[in-house]
């Protein structure tokens, strides 16, 4: 039987950083995780008059949720994180622009001499039964639905090497790699570097589109269901994820060539490993039947996915299997609940 | 009743620029066009034996079918190409690693001091009834087969400035954007920078990974009909496709992004034209409902699009209603061919 | 006798691109050529009411003087450049922002959402004989000398595979370098792509600051005196300029990391060869040794040089010392006209 | 009288991250300190058969000594660390090429299929009476004499947002600069981020080539003397750099223009705060005055500084003179040991 342990933070138990905190769980690997997240804005932006600027204060935003300690885990296992499900936990979202951040503004590091962009917030409306969220314009009567696709923004483990990374930065480690790829169904993989791994997970968004290009999504507290496991003895050395007919690598890096190349570099090495096959004909063989999902194109990394459906490879296993496992138990769960 | 044009170019006439060339054709605006189209390697790489260091030659790389002078196009209008059908014109297509091309080697421009990665070509078979490409593996006995998706990766008219380019390049002439969305069905618009526009037609894949990462795809000669068309008196500023459900704009520049933001912002500012949305609103809009499919990062620019569902804006028309019009028009005359 | 050709060109005759231009002059090989060059707004702005954007007219912009045919020069030549003198031709020069053009600004490929820079003109003058600018700001009563050193922005031939590129584009024929390291007493080389080598000069700067970060230096028509030659049967795959003491290679491109890589790998295979050095000790020699001065950071691709003493190589010969020989001439030269 | 402080580490003392450690020592504001600081290499490098690689540890590279903790620092205010003296302590330094890394190799970002380049040591020798530092070759008998040039490539304070951050990066908080330009008679500010400032310093180089292209410097211990001070209320927001004659603004960012981008941005914004001059004005005098001496083209950031003469700027005080003022305590103090 597995062991389910819920989790809701205080805020003051919220973190800004992975790495560098104690952990607010201990857990064993295999463990069905319910975990509460607040929004990357603390909860305190609920109406278009809620400016982040002034109601936020900085460096407390995008918090996460943990870090949890999973028993066992060492540096140079893996840590698997299935996503069983992701929940929006209000009937509104938010999304802003924000001074100096995003990818059509100038920013601290595309540093130029304009005055910022108008800070707006716009409030979606949330239905979770219908599976949709609605878009309201500020500045007309322009008025849309689109599809719900809940996500979580930034999830991770403690980098390597002493290094505590605030919560807005993908990297190595995970963190805010932005991408609509990290949805329920999908089993992410993030190389331990430090015992108990310390696992944190926030920014949930019911939907962002690709690159996130005005540096936010439609930004919810999110109720979700992961199962955290181990895979001792096997060493991921960048972000992956796997969903029932995909594998993907993440690359998180400036400028935007360097993460495509990062995340396809990976790709390809797996792939060559799982497969048999050299490292060039899986080169080409990625080149013609790869995806590149784009993650962010706004934070301190930017994120890039290399991604192949599992049919082009033949189906090899990868991770031993775990995917399916934790989907299996995953399905269990939520049916029996 | 309309127009029908044939041109298939003996190997003297294929072309290597955009600009530069006297057109071989010339025709009224609404015709349709039927081309042959080379491969990249100009037909020469036929089996893994064929290196392209060694059967090609400088300049005379990924030539183009064209220039096509279009009557009455004048610099400020826009050409509209729609893309009727696009079939593979052999039974057999290769790919190749390059010396000094590719997203995950050294390059002149990524100069470092590494030795080139290993010359090699693959064949792969071609199935047309059945819809299938076959990869064979070099160094194993891997095969797979792959969806057949036949797209255009090189498409353009003469570009502005009295300037000629080699048909590598992508800019906002079009030219080599590499991209698996122009495929049969869209609709490409270009702004005319010369009169005639000298629109021009090329490097045929049978299908491509996202960002084309060793640096060619599964490259083929094609059998490929077009309807030129044009629009008076409206600019467009960088290569935008339209399929029945989508809108989409191309940005080329390095570094990647600079890419995404040309095309995010080409979309943003071309749909809050359609949609009398506010331009921050648009940006909001496409930062939830907007998708960054990735053209090539291997070429001497780097292409990406941003893409948005029509239903997302609330279906407005865009350039006057012709895609649909072309569309019509296409499958009229394939019906009846 | 060395022969001497003066050119002063009738607006008219003006080029506007490297390449598709036939030549104005036909000249052999070591003659002295002197030119007349107008600045990079044609002479238009002569006042700080003249905004770039209203007198100018795209693509008349940044004329060059010539092309001019260098008899015998064929591809796989190296053209040589000696620069004799380059003198300020008014007693003023002009300097502007100008909208989307710059470093520190959004521009068409660094597309933002915010609104232009204000566009404004500063006025310089100019005291050839105490060898000084002067500026004045142009919102308060603050004023400075700054010291003369008279330059070419823009300097090249044709480019190869028919091309034809606007003169505001730097890259492997050379074009708009913008480095402050073209003054007079370098000897630059340019890689010969086609018959006759093309040469033309332009976009004079009394003095420009490393990067043009503002996308405009202290421009000014110029009198300029210089010696083409001809260096049969060498050929060198990037600018490179040769003064008394130093070596330099030039690499153009985007980001700035590849342009920074462009030119300090060709710095270290040219001295590798020159000194007979193995590539991994060049590279070793040219990491303590090396400079790095920036061209500009404002063009369609950027520029940086690599640059090392002589000294620092143990004084080798570089293209048979035609620069000494240059010099020599030149001197010769200027002292008795 | 000032107070002098000294410090040598022991091994086990050394520090690997900016933040995240306790102080090593406490001291006034105004305190000289005197410091040993080991190489990049923990020392453990020191003949051509030491590889990195194999004699190193990951992540126990370039350690710096400290943090030292100035009494009454707090966040808002300004450290600034005036460079008396750095003297080489050993009489020979080491260099070498290292597995991905460098500019011009494939690295972790810039992921490439290549196998590494050779990893090579070179060792110097040292000679502080003469000023010079000698290379060989390690593939012939090639020797050159270069002028010594002691700098630290690594200095800075703990960062914000409760980051702590390996040695090996530079950012806001300083960190691994690897710029030429800090050299004794340096005043070096840096924004305190938290209490106590936390200032360390390491990486020693006998002299490096601009944007250090192999990946390391002329790699030293170093005996250095500075001046901790303070500027209470006075916020930095990124390293600047004042000398007797210039001033100096540093940006650590990818791609290189973004370096680029920040360290002009704040030397623009900085000196029309200090001179009165507008924005744009002094956006215009920086692009004819300015220089942009490159910092690293090799770590995870790379670094550029923006300088101008203080006399194009006519001489204006910055800090409150605190950099004059500390030049003459310092030496006052050399002349007197």
Chains 1, 2, 3, 4 share one sequence.
């Not at 609605?134 to 979580?152: C, K, T, W």
């Not at 609509?180 to 310390?198: C, D, I, K, M, S």
């Not at 997970?201 to 979700?224: F, I, K, P, Y």
């Not at 490879?313 to 029996?336: C, K, Q």
Request: charged share 20%; with cysteine; hydrophobic share 40%.
């Amino acid at each position: 039987m597995t062991d389910v342990v819920s989790y809701r933070p205080a805020p003051e138990e919220l973190s800004y950083t992975f790495g560098g905190r104690e952990p607010v769980r201990r857990v064993e690997p295999g463990t069905i995780v319910e975990l509460y997240t607040e929004d990357c804005f603390g909860g305190r932006v609920r109406d278009v008059g809620d400016l982040p600027s002034v109601v936020c204060e900085f460096p407390y935003l995008n918090p996460v949720t943990g870090p949890i300690h999973v028993e066992g885990a060492e540096p140079g296992d893996t840590l698997a994180v299935h996503f069983a499900e992701i929940v929006p936990a209000r009937e509104w979202a938010v999304s802003s622009t924000f001074p100096h951040f995003g990818a059509l503004t100038t920013t601290h590091t595309t540093a130029m001499l304009h005055a910022p962009l108008d800070e707006l917030v716009w409030r979606y409306d949330v239905d979770v039964a219908a599976g949709v969220v609605r878009y309201h314009a500020r500045r007309s009567d322009f008025s849309v639905e689109l599809p719900l696709d809940p996500m979580h923004g930034t999830a991770g483990v403690a980098p390597a090497a002493f290094e505590s990374r605030m919560t807005i930065v993908p990297d190595a480690h995970g963190g805010n790699l932005d991408t609509p790829e990290l949805r329920a169904g999908v089993t992410a993989y993030f190389g331990v570097n430090v015992p108990g791994a310390l696992f944190a997970l926030g920014d949930g968004h019911c939907r962002q589109g690709d690159g996130e290009v005005c540096g936010t999504g439609v930004e919810s507290a999110m109720n979700t269901v992961v199962i955290l496991d181990l895979i001792k003895g096997v060493d991921t050395p960048t972000p992956r994820f796997e969903t029932d007919t995909a594998l993907m690598s993440a690359g998180s890096a400036r400028p935007l060539e360097d993460a495509y190349r990062m995340s396809q570099h990976d790709l390809v090495t797996w792939t060559a490993g799982l497969t048999g096959l050299d490292v060039l004909d899986a080169y080409q063989l990625i080149s013609q039947a790869g995806e590149a999902p784009v993650g962010n194109v706004c934070d301190p990394n930017y994120t890039m996915l290399a991604k192949v459906a599992k049919t082009f490879l033949n189906n090899p296993p990868a991770y031993e299997g775990i995917h399916a496992r934790l989907r299996s138990t995953a399905r269990d769960y939520l049916a029996t609940r």
